[in-house]
């Protein structure tokens, strides 16, 4: 006997915004994050990404923070995050709640061991940071500000890491082996990402332009984001407002190429439909798609063959909205669940910014502008990640 | 529900991959240590091997491995669990991005540096569709990995999977992580292996893969009856018995006890209390001191505790105190990492 999976707190941190409302305000401006380069230190400021627009020192102070303790930039936003999803949700983590904390990520404390690895390698200056450097250290960081989790875990499957980590809190919920988990991901930027995708030669000079014929690859983004599930009976004996139920989810792998997908979206084809199958939904029940949509030649013509693969003739409406937040890499996964979740509950089409021609082999258009005032019951998020780790998720609007 | 271990692959710092029972212990004198590798050209193309880094190569031949002791072709799942993922590529790549100031770089390092690398790389190898993940939190890596596959097992959602903990050393990975004293003691050398409790272990590096099936047949080493993933509980004593009351047993039930002991007092004194005050002390068995210490020194652990239940017979180079070897029903395999993350996993002969 498998128990439904409730969603009862949003938590984001992204180039459009500090909180809920202002990613919301944003998405329904129009705005986005993307632009110049103002915190990571790097020669490589000609590429434009979207960066959390906070300093160190202001996370720190938001979050009372000393400043002799050591953090990552990426612990830091991912305690923000997780501090607004909790908060949101009217949760203190305890013990006696049988609470897990689960967090994606790709390089881990990897933002200050690319500052300091010289002083790693030769003298004992920054061996704090040695400390913080490896993932699962990263993600303790965050759930030892709260306290009280009794599951922690860390997953890394790149650009998926989050959505997986969403995945497996939704099952230890259904499974019946916790009551309430946190889970989704944190990113910073850093110069290890900024110089690993370059020499893959996929990043944009310019705005991305997911799912254009024109595009010419991605812009980096940093970001946090989780959600805060529990079961029906913890959220009714909490009398939390419950926002959405996580209805199905599926992990496939494309098991093609290290960095490329498919031609055929193989992956993602399977991904989409182990959703839709454990969803118990038709493909014609989804409203929404949030696309992963980097705005790489590869990736969007591989996913909007999928995308025809599951849905066929009639695709609902797609939109990627990496224009708005860059690609968030580990994080993108939770930062577009959030988005979905908004998106849903506020009846609204966030856009593709930057859209202009159909892909020539799709068969469908992204939403290039914003439509507001639609119902939309369930949406589907995809999340792909190097290696082909593929994973999508539906969220339903309750009943 | 069980969950049967039905092949097992092994390339470790003992000569393990080609051999099918215990080899022969082998004890060194080096702060640390690299496997005893085989020959890879029976798994992998020359051509991809000159690209891919020894984490990759091992984990694709032990998976091989595993395929061929299961007669499993095609796993439902692989998931991977990895302390530092693929460090010697990640390092590569660091490396000469400082060193020519973010300027002519090759992708291949960096492609190469993702911790998910190894599970895409077993499923490009085996073709596998199926669910993938990878789990990177520590020395809790392996089992984290272990568990989400367990968790597709109780939900149907899987009939087999193919889980691994995959390490890999590198010489300045050794050097920063002692700084900051990860490898706990100095080395020294060992004089009277597995007896003394207080030697000191050299770190290493590994790749174990098993294959796990819903259904039990005659390849079937032991199967996994129950785990669980603690994160800093108020008492382990009260977790683990809590634990074997939910799969009503009684510590007297638990025939031996394999723990992640590695020669540290702070690292070993929990073993220590709960053996003596849940288990009274009876049967107490160890494997670091044969597989080195590294982040997913667990899957040695469980690979020794599935061989020893399948050959009912414990090898007095891994026993801590003098038991009957030939009666082995139940056994619970018990590691933390740092007194913060615990697993627990009830293991028991088919």
Same mark, same amino acid.
């Given at each position: #006997?498998?128990?439904?999976?409730?969603?009862?707190?949003?938590?984001?941190?992204?180039?459009?915004?500090?909180?809920?409302?202002?990613?919301?305000?944003?998405?329904?401006?129009?705005?986005?994050?993307?632009?110049?380069?103002?915190?990571?230190?790097? /020669?490589?400021?000609?590429?434009?990404?979207?960066?959390?627009?906070?300093?160190?020192?202001?996370?720190?102070? #938001?979050?009372?923070?000393?400043?002799?303790?050591?953090?990552?930039?990426?612990?830091? #936003?991912?305690?923000?995050?997780?501090?607004?999803?909790?908060?949101?949700?009217?949760?203190?983590?305890?013990?006696?709640?049988?609470?897990?904390?689960?967090?994606?990520?790709?390089?881990?404390?990897?933002?200050?061991?690319?500052?300091? !690895?010289?002083? %790693?390698?030769?003298? /004992?200056?920054?061996?704090?940071?040695?400390?913080?450097? =490896? @993932?699962?250290?990263?993600?303790?960081?965050?759930?030892? *500000?709260?306290?009280?989790?009794? *599951?922690?875990?860390?997953?890394?499957?790149? @650009?998926?890491?989050?959505?997986?980590?969403?995945?497996?809190?939704?099952?230890?919920?259904?499974?019946?082996?916790?009551?309430?988990?946190?889970?989704?991901?944190?990113? @910073?930027?850093?110069? %290890?990402?900024?110089?690993?995708?370059?020499?893959?030669?996929?990043? =944009?000079?310019? /705005?991305?332009?997911?799912?254009?014929?024109?595009?010419?690859?991605?812009?980096?983004?940093?970001?946090?984001? *989780?959600?805060? #599930?529990?079961?029906?009976?913890?959220?009714?004996?909490?009398?939390?407002?419950?926002? @959405?139920?996580?209805?199905? !989810?599926?992990?496939?792998?494309?098991?093609?190429?290290?960095?490329?997908?498919?031609? =055929?979206?193989?992956?993602?084809?399977?991904?989409?439909q182990s959703a839709l199958e454990m969803s118990g939904l038709k493909p014609s029940d989804i409203d929404y798609i949030n696309a992963h949509g980097t705005g790489t030649t590869n990736n969007d013509e591989s996913e909007g063959t999928a995308i025809m693969n599951v849905f066929g003739n009639s695709v609902p409406p797609v939109s990627s909205t990496k224009a708005f937040t860059g690609h968030t890499t580990s994080a993108s996964g939770s930062v577009e669940a959030v988005i979905s979740i908004l998106a849903m509950n506020n009846g609204f089409l966030p856009p593709n910014l930057n859209f202009k021609t159909r892909i020539e082999k799709l068969s469908f258009s992204p939403v290039s502008k914003l439509v507001s005032g639609v119902k939309i019951n369930h949406v589907l998020s995809n999340s792909f990640g190097f290696g082909g780790n593929n994973t999508s998720m539906v969220f339903s609007k309750m009943r | 529900m069980k969950v049967y271990i039905q092949g097992t692959g092994n390339i470790s710092i003992q000569n393990t991959f080609d051999h099918s029972g215990f080899p022969e212990p082998v004890w060194y004198n080096e702060p640390y240590v690299r496997c005893m590798d085989p020959d890879f050209s029976k798994f992998v193309s020359p051509n991809e091997a000159r690209r891919m880094s020894k984490v990759i190569k091992r984990a694709i031949a032990t998976a091989r491995k595993c395929i061929a002791d299961s007669g499993i072709e095609m796993p439902d799942a692989v998931i991977s669990g990895t302390g530092l993922g693929c460090i010697e590529d990640t390092e590569k790549f660091l490396s000469a991005m400082i060193d020519n100031d973010e300027q002519f770089l090759q992708p291949t390092f960096f492609i190469q540096s993702t911790h998910n690398t190894i599970s895409s790389q077993i499923a490009i190898n085996l073709k596998c569709h199926g669910h993938n993940n990878t789990f990177v939190h520590g020395g809790i890596s392996f089992e984290s990995a272990l568990f989400e596959a367990f968790l597709l097992f109780l939900d149907n959602k899987i009939k087999t999977a193919l889980v691994g903990g995959y390490d890999e050393m590198t010489p300045s990975y050794f050097k920063i992580l002692d700084r900051v004293e990860f490898w706990r003691k100095k080395h020294e050398a060992i004089d009277d292996p597995g007896k003394s409790t207080d030697l000191r272990i050299c770190a290493g590096e590994g790749s174990v893969s098993v294959m796990l099936s819903s259904e039990k047949n005659e390849k079937s080493y032991a199967s996994i009856d129950d785990m669980e993933i603690l994160y800093q509980p108020e008492s382990i004593k009260s977790s683990i018995e809590a634990f074997l009351d939910r799969n009503s047993k009684r510590p007297e039930d638990i025939d031996l006890i394999v723990t992640g002991m590695n020669g540290d007092e702070q690292n070993d004194a929990i073993y220590k209390t709960i053996s003596d005050d849940l288990f009274g002390n009876k049967a107490h068995a160890w494997y670091r001191h044969l597989s080195g210490d590294y982040f997913t020194s667990a899957g040695f652990g469980l690979w020794l505790t599935a061989s020893c239940i399948r050959q009912k017979y414990v090898p007095s180079f891994v026993s801590l105190n003098s038991f009957d070897t030939g009666n082995l029903k139940n056994v619970l395999l018990f590691n933390h990492y740092k007194n913060k993350n615990f697993s627990l996993i009830l293991l028991s002969a088919c």
């Open positions: #006997m498998t128990r439904n999976v409730l969603v009862t707190g949003l938590g984001i941190v992204s180039g459009i915004g500090i909180s809920v409302q202002e990613t919301l305000a944003s998405l329904l401006a129009g705005q986005s994050g993307i632009g110049a380069i103002k915190y990571l230190q790097t /020669n490589h400021k000609d590429y434009p990404c979207s960066e959390v627009p906070l300093s160190d020192e202001q996370m720190c102070s #938001m979050l009372s923070i000393p400043r002799n303790i050591p953090f990552t930039r990426t612990s830091l #936003m991912g305690i923000l995050a997780a501090k607004n999803s909790l908060s949101h949700a009217g949760l203190t983590p305890h013990k006696s709640l049988r609470i897990g904390f689960i967090s994606g990520t790709t390089v881990g404390g990897m933002e200050k061991s690319e500052q300091y !690895y010289k002083d %790693f390698l030769e003298n /004992n200056t920054r061996n704090d940071y040695i400390k913080i450097h =490896d @993932c699962g250290a990263s993600t303790e960081v965050i759930a030892d *500000y709260f306290g009280g989790f009794s *599951y922690v875990s860390t997953i890394s499957t790149a @650009c998926s890491s989050s959505a997986n980590a969403i995945v497996l809190g939704a099952n230890l919920i259904r499974l019946g082996l916790l009551d309430c988990v946190v889970a989704g991901g944190t990113e @910073c930027l850093t110069k %290890f990402h900024l110089n690993g995708f370059k020499t893959l030669m996929i990043l =944009d000079k310019v /705005n991305c332009r997911p799912f254009d014929a024109e595009r010419a690859g991605l812009n980096l983004g940093e970001g946090a984001a *989780y959600i805060v #599930m529990e079961s029906a009976e913890s959220a009714r004996n909490r009398k939390a407002d419950v926002l @959405c139920k996580v209805s199905g !989810y599926g992990n496939a792998c494309d098991a093609f190429h290290q960095t490329a997908s498919s031609p =055929d979206g193989k992956g993602a084809t399977l991904a989409m | -």
